[in-house]
């Protein structure tokens, strides 16, 4: 455990941060980064034309401008689709999706054609998502031309089958003749509806509509909720449809109930913190791995933006760590969930709540609004507030009354602070003491905030005393989350002992008596670190403090011994030790002259030989005189020459594997040359006789 002190103290600092509530903050630009990197296509194009319109609508609600790259590949498949008889009613449906965002070049023969077949189909469907792309493709092909008509003469007959699918707890069936429900079916149920409504040709009944709010108030009675404030709808249906999950069931939900609203004029009487827990849902998932799940959160957002029942507002942090050190002021801001500006208002710091604590301090203070920065501003916290974690309880205050029935704010918002500051450190010592009569035998005063060591000894028959005094920036006595004392042994044992405290002085006492089992019984040099982490304290620290040369008995013979240490992994990996090679001395070598001596002997016998050939009166005769053969001759002797040559190097500077190699080469050089020669001397001398 000891080992990993440093990741400890890094991992507290960091992860308390996100222990409780979350803060929520409007889209920002890593949802745009994440929509350019989810919706670009590996091989320029996307697979269908459903990925088309959720890259389409997903770029459109960020303001990301890709809709001219796209139609140049697009709008062919969409004609294509559009004109062909055998298209299915989906692929129509997604097909008018994208047309509806890029404005293909179709004419009103083609929507009239479209939508002839669309109507046959709303009377002939039998399952809900039918009745959802027939319908939903009128409602499209109403929004791009002004010149076909697509009303439903029957609306109210459509309208009851559509809400003969409906189940007692809000949830819908895929059809009649699945009995299991589903939350996302719901969520088309209500966009289908709206369509229904839209495309009447008359009124619809207003019972049908009436029961149909009642069903929404129930489906929301089902609603999930986290501690955090946010709620969702979660879908546990596997069929044909695969499993939505919370993110594509929640925006199926939100999209119907929009569209619902927008299509007709009555108000659906659903409490704005209902709207305002599924906004929070969709910030707090963060940015989601895949290319759906980003369309499903952005269109839900979009959804919430500006509709009809309630417009939520998110009340963000830019910086939820205030440092009482730096005198940083508490901001607040508040925005729709894509980011957009709210209505005038104001912003109230109601109350506080210290970790840990149910009572809370009554502050109602309003926050004084930036103009320029859009913020709420509170230029100084609280006396009472000093380093430590806090809940700020905020209420937002909408200046218009009629602004009460279009934005949701959600009542109280909580938000969790964590309040820094440097922590004072005073009265740092170290003492060594006698074992019985508790006499100071060694002091030695601490400075931790430089880079000073003390060193120490002391046996067993002593003890150690470490004394601090640690207090926050207003002199109130504070209690670090981490205070550690280590021991580390020269061979790689540690020891780890927890400072304890009373009010603000901190003490930890080693009796090495007692402790002479767990050290194993070690002498030796201890180095000694002291760590102090608090995820409010800025100059938390993991100081080396010295060293401490420590005499304990012998260990008995049936003592424990010390566990085996581990060995780094990456140790293999580190620079080998440096090899040493010890060479043989050379052999003693004879005197320069005898050496001398020894070589002129060796030469006296080729000395002799060329004198012999003079006497002789050796002729050169049989040479040959024509150019060829002669050049053979002359290369050969060179050659015998070179060999020779080769000999004496070898004797001065070569060792035998390059004289070998070298050999190899002269010899059949000299094998060629003297073969030619003496075939020539042969065949001269075969003619002399034949003559």
Known sequence: MARN????????????????????????????????????????????LEETFEALRTFEVLGIDKKSGIKSYTCSAVVDTLWSPSSALKDLF??????????????????????????????????????????????????????????????????????????????????????????????????????VVSLASHEIDQSLIDTLKKDILKLFDGVERYDDGSCYFDEKLVDAQGNQGPVSASSSIIRGLTTFATSTSESLDLPGDRVLCLAKFFLGIGIPGNFRDLYHQIDALASLENN????????????????????????????????????????????IFTSGSKDASIIDQELKFDPETKLHILDALPENVDIGKYTFTFEILLHDSEHKKIYATGGRTKVSI??????????????????????????????????????????????????????????HAFKPHQAFLRLRHESGVEHVFLVGNSGKKFETILDFLGLVEKFFYLSGRYDIQLTVGDSVMENSFLQPLGHLELDLPDAPEKAARPPPQPIDAYSKYGPKAEITHIFRSPEKRPPT???????????????????????????????????????????????????????????????????????????????????????????????????
């Open 418 to 475: 964590y309040v820094t500051g440097v922590v004072n450190i005073d009265q740092a010592e170290i003492v060594i003491l006698d074992s019985d009569l508790g006499s100071v035998e060694t002091k030695k005063r601490l400075d931790l905030t430089g880079e000073e060591t003390i060193a120490l000894s002391a046996n067993h028959l002593q003890k150690l005393r470490l004394t601090l005094e640690l207090t926050t920036p207003f002199g």
């Open 94 to 195: 997604q097909a008018l999706r994208v047309n509806g965002i890029l404005n293909c070049e179709l004419n009103d023969e083609a929507f009239s054609g479209i939508a002839s077949r669309l109507k046959d189909s709303v009377n002939n469907a039998n399952t809900l998502l039918d009745f959802y792309y027939s319908i939903g493709s009128l409602k499209l092909i109403k929004d791009q031309t002004a010149y076909v008509d697509v009303h439903l003469e029957d609306a109210d007959g459509v309208f009851r089958a559509i809400k003969a699918l409906s189940q007692s707890d809000g949830r819908w069936r895929f059809s009649s003749n699945n009995p299991e429900s589903s939350t996302y079916a719901a969520g088309i149920a209500l966009e289908t509806l709206a369509g």
């Open 308 to 351: 009809r029942v309630s417009v939520p507002l998110i009340l963000s942090l830019p910086s939820s760590v205030l440092s009482v050190t730096r005198k940083d002021q508490l901001k607040v801001r508040v925005n729709t969930v894509l980011g957009s500006a709210g209505p005038p208002l104001s912003v109230k710091l109601m109350q």
């Open 593 to 691: 002259e005898l050496s001398f001596a020894f070589l002129g002997l060796v030469l006296l016998p080729l000395v002799g030989f060329l004198i012999g050939l003079l006497l002789l009166r050796v002729n050169l005769r049989n040479f040959p005189s024509a150019t060829l053969p002669a050049l053979f001759a002359i290369s050969f002797h060179i050659g015998i020459g070179a060999i020779l040559s080769l000999y004496m190097i070898f004797w001065l500077k070569l060792d035998l594997f390059m004289t070998l190699k070298a050999l190899g080469v002269l010899g059949i050089f000299l094998m060629f040359t003297g073969h030619r020669t003496l075939s020539h001397l042969a065949s001269t001398s075969a003619k002399l006789k034949a003559a």
């Open 5 to 48: 002190f440093e990741f400890l103290v890094a991992l507290l600092l960091a992860a308390s941060i996100f222990c409780d509530a979350a803060i929520f903050n409007p889209i920002s630009n890593s949802h745009r980064s994440a929509a350019l990197e989810l919706f670009t296509p590996a091989d320029g194009s996307l697979k269908s």
